[in-house]
């Protein structure tokens, strides 16, 4: 059996120095297509239907965000929400250019990049970059950052009444069944307060510096995740993911597609006792 060869030191810094130079030259992007919005920035072609959209910003964004990975590290290979599987080599990146898409189009201030990356199967870092804020979110070896500093733990709350949850369902394109939108009132009802923000990375990226005790989403692909589960873990928070078949899946580089219901929380809160953990091993969400 051949063993891999463990990360060093020096690979794990460069991929993790990388990351957020990609994270910030795609983010130079969308804030400038979204600060000065126009027709060409906002061009806007339809990929699932109309609730599910790519502009000219999201593109170029990725654009800068792979440039700048392959000219760090040509031995890369890239997995764009625009674009797709591009290159190859042994440091794997998972990218979402804008992930808030319908949010930037409609001149919202709320979305993000999101980046993660692996080298030979393991997680080397996960960053979400704000860049209306300027906000950083990093984790590397196992910590977590916000604009280079450490992020102190702080509760919110451990029970569903002393706190909010961070989701976007129901979702857009088809109408909720009765199942789901008795789910959601359920939600309404349980929780202190329920929020649809439009950003599947930056609601993670919420839970893990503890801005919001706990978020469930449903419906997102592979970049939409992946960094922020490297951030929730960082902080030592709960991941619990499921696939189409509500079985438990541990969230690596190879299982990410798999992953179909996701739910983190923060260390601390009572998700057990929770009305959301209640309705996940239901399989009702």
């Not at 170029?60 to 929400?81: F, K």
């Not at 789901?180 to 510096?209: I, K, T």
């Not at 438990?248 to 996701?262: C, F, H, I, M, N």
Request: proline letters at 4%.
């Amino acid at each position: 059996m051949t063993l891999s060869k463990p990360i060093t030191n020096d690979i794990r810094d460069l991929i993790a120095t990388v990351a957020c130079e990609a994270a910030r030259a795609a983010g130079a992007v969308a804030h400038r297509g979204f600060v000065d919005a126009s027709p060409e920035s906002l061009a806007t072609q339809q990929k699932a239907g109309f609730f599910d959209i790519v502009t000219a910003s999201d593109k170029a964004a990725e654009r800068a965000a792979c440039d700048t990975i392959w000219s760090r590290i040509p031995a890369s290979r890239i997995l764009g929400e625009e674009g797709g599987w591009q290159g190859e080599g042994d440091t794997t990146w998972i990218i979402d250019p804008i992930d808030g898409t319908s949010n930037f189009a409609s001149g919202l201030p709320f979305f993000c990049v999101s980046i993660a990356a692996y080298h030979r199967g393991e997680p080397v870092c996960g960053v979400v970059y704000d860049p209306v804020r300027d906000e950083m979110f990093v984790a590397d070896r196992g910590r977590l950052t916000l604009n280079g500093a450490a992020v102190p733990h702080f509760l919110r709350g451990r029970s569903d009444r002393e706190v909010e949850v961070l989701t976007n369902a129901p979702y857009e394109g088809e109408r909720p069944s009765r199942a789901a939108q008795e789910a959601h009132a359920d939600l309404v009802n349980s929780f202190r307060a329920v929020r649809r923000l439009g950003s599947c990375a930056l609601h993670l990226a919420y839970v893990a510096v503890g801005r919001v005790a706990i978020a469930y989403e449903s419906k997102f692909s592979a970049w939409d995740i992946a960094a922020g589960i490297q951030l929730v873990q960082a902080a030592g928070g709960e991941v619990h993911a499921r696939d189409a078949e509500g079985r438990a899946v541990e969230p690596q580089e190879d299982t990410l597609g798999s992953v179909k219901r996701l739910v983190v929380a923060q260390s601390g809160f009572d998700y057990q006792s929770s009305c959301l953990s209640k309705l996940i091993a239901d399989g009702t969400l």
